[in-house]
């Protein structure tokens, strides 16, 4: 299988949904708002990941513009801060890693990590482009996002946005803004035993 996207030539090895391989992070976001629609259709989706016990750990807190989103630019190292900013809404994403008997929830950031695909997906079946970013202040986000710091762990934040053009972002980043490739499936899914 293989995808119609100048900048995506992923060939998939085996039958796979289309959406696997169509999506890709591009750094290249087009300053167009994205509506109230839009926005609770992401966390629409990312809402029904499964998560151990139903504990449904994520949080998610986003700005879309005006002193919020300017707040949340503040939090981004120099690369994500390059082309960031022009994606219509930013996501700080939290897992809750202690629950309400002061228990640690040892899946969370992989329930989070589940939601986060979840939105991810839905974003690209809207026509809209999704980046995660670990290179952010991490502990800043806890005071930018009001958080507590004592039940959650922040884990990243995502630019959400519609596609933009090469003329969107710096031209150091064009020749490095297209879809990558992936480890042959042989080398990370094992029958028995692992074998590396
Ligand atoms: C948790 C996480 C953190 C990431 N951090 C950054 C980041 O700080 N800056 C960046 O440009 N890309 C970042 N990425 C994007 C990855 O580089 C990208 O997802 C990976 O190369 C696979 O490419 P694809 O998403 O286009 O399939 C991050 C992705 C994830 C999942």
Redesign the pocket.
Same mark, same amino acid.
């Given at each position: 299988m293989t995808v119609s996207d100048s900048k995506n030539s992923r060939v998939a090895s085996s039958s796979v949904e289309p959406m696997f391989i169509e999506?890709?992070?591009s750094?290249a976001f087009s300053d167009k708002a994205l509506s109230d629609d839009q926005i609770s259709s992401l966390f629409e989706a990312a809402h029904w990941a499964p998560s151990s016990s139903n504990r449904q750990p994520w949080l998610f807190v986003y700005a879309t513009d005006g002193p919020d989103r300017e707040k949340f630019n503040t939090l981004l +190292?120099e =690369? +994500?801060a390059r082309y960031a900013p022009n994606a219509g809404m930013m996501v700080l994403i939290f897992a809750r890693i202690v629950d309400d008997e002061g228990n640690k929830i040892r899946t969370a950031l992989f329930d989070t990590g589940a939601a986060w695909m979840s939105l991810a997906l839905q974003a690209n079946r809207m026509g809209l482009n999704t980046?995660?970013? =670990? =290179?952010?202040d991490l502990d800043a986000a806890y005071d930018v996002a009001r958080v507590p710091r004592d039940k959650f762990e922040t884990?990243?934040a995502i630019a959400v946005g519609y596609r933009g053009t090469d003329d969107d972002i710096h031209e150091r980043m064009v020749e490095q803004n297209f879809? +990558?490739d992936r480890k042959d499936v042989r080398e990370i899914a094992f029958k028995g035993t692992y074998s590396g």
């Amino acid at each position: 299988m293989t995808v119609s996207d100048s900048k995506n030539s992923r060939v998939a090895s085996s039958s796979v949904e289309p959406m696997f391989i169509e999506r890709w992070s591009s750094k290249a976001f087009s300053d167009k708002a994205l509506s109230d629609d839009q926005i609770s259709s992401l966390f629409e989706a990312a809402h029904w990941a499964p998560s151990s016990s139903n504990r449904q750990p994520w949080l998610f807190v986003y700005a879309t513009d005006g002193p919020d989103r300017e707040k949340f630019n503040t939090l981004l +190292n120099e =690369g +994500n801060a390059r082309y960031a900013p022009n994606a219509g809404m930013m996501v700080l994403i939290f897992a809750r890693i202690v629950d309400d008997e002061g228990n640690k929830i040892r899946t969370a950031l992989f329930d989070t990590g589940a939601a986060w695909m979840s939105l991810a997906l839905q974003a690209n079946r809207m026509g809209l482009n999704t980046r995660a970013m =670990g =290179g952010i202040d991490l502990d800043a986000a806890y005071d930018v996002a009001r958080v507590p710091r004592d039940k959650f762990e922040t884990v990243c934040a995502i630019a959400v946005g519609y596609r933009g053009t090469d003329d969107d972002i710096h031209e150091r980043m064009v020749e490095q803004n297209f879809a +990558n490739d992936r480890k042959d499936v042989r080398e990370i899914a094992f029958k028995g035993t692992y074998s590396g």
